[in-house]
């Protein structure tokens, strides 16, 4: 089975601070690993998304950046926060070689 | 360019009627689509599928519509309870690509 492990679970953050969202994955090697953000009133936009260590590719030009150090792990990154970065963050994993994903229970982040 | 709409944001039903939730689509190339079901403070759950192949899938007491010539499926759940009260997405996908997520609609069924 799989399961997704996100934290934390809320966020308050200030304008201008950084960030970094962890995410790790088990029970498959070498997953397809996403990262979406639900922005208020809006639906799931996809950040990122990575087939291996090392290879992440960008969906949406912004100031948030994300890495894969690990097989399992997925992080999302930024600099300096902006308050449009506010939002509620989720992981996702591939499910097999299917077409659907299983998140994670995600990462409310509120910049201030 | 959203690929995927749902232009209703939210849904008001009575337990036990049926509840019908509508997705609009552009891209002619999608041939796999998805619903999802979001609670508050939780990650989005898989609900049902269906293929490009196919124009209705049934899973209890949820059932997904796919009509290729308008561009629309719909997610039909009969009889609607209280715990079906969510955000749905749907989704969609070609050849094994991203998924495409539509703006989500909120379902609240009344006892």
């Known amino acids: 089975s799989q399961t997704i492990h996100q934290w934390p679970a809320t966020l308050v953050q200030p304008v201008g601070s950084p960030l970094s969202l962890e995410c790790t994955v088990e029970g498959t090697s070498n997953p397809n690993l996403y990262w979406y953000r639900q922005a208020a009133g809006r639906g799931l936009q996809l950040l990122f998304y990575s087939v291996g260590i090392g290879q992440i590719s960008s969906e949406v030009p912004q100031n948030l950046s994300a890495s894969r150090p690990q097989d399992r792990q997925f992080i999302l990154s930024s600099k300096k926060l902006l308050l449009s970065d506010s939002g509620f963050y989720l992981c996702a994993q591939r499910v097999g070689q299917g077409q659907s994903l299983h998140f994670g229970n995600g990462t409310r982040l509120t910049v201030t | 360019d959203q690929q995927v709409k749902q232009n209703s944001p939210s849904l008001s039903v009575q337990e036990g009627r049926i509840s019908i939730l509508n997705c609009d689509y552009t891209?002619?190339?999608?041939?796999?689509f998805l619903w999802y079901k979001k609670y508050p403070a939780e990650g989005p759950t898989f609900l049902i599928s269906i293929s490009s192949i196919k124009d209705k899938n049934e899973d209890g007491r949820f059932t997904v519509f796919l009509n290729k010539s308008a561009k629309h499926l719909s997610l039909h759940i009969v009889p609607s309870q209280p715990g079906d009260s969510a955000v749905y997405f749907c989704a969609a996908s070609f050849s094994g690509s991203r998924l495409t997520f539509g703006e989500g609609t909120q379902l609240t069924v009344n006892p």
């Open positions: 891209n002619s190339m999608f041939d796999y």
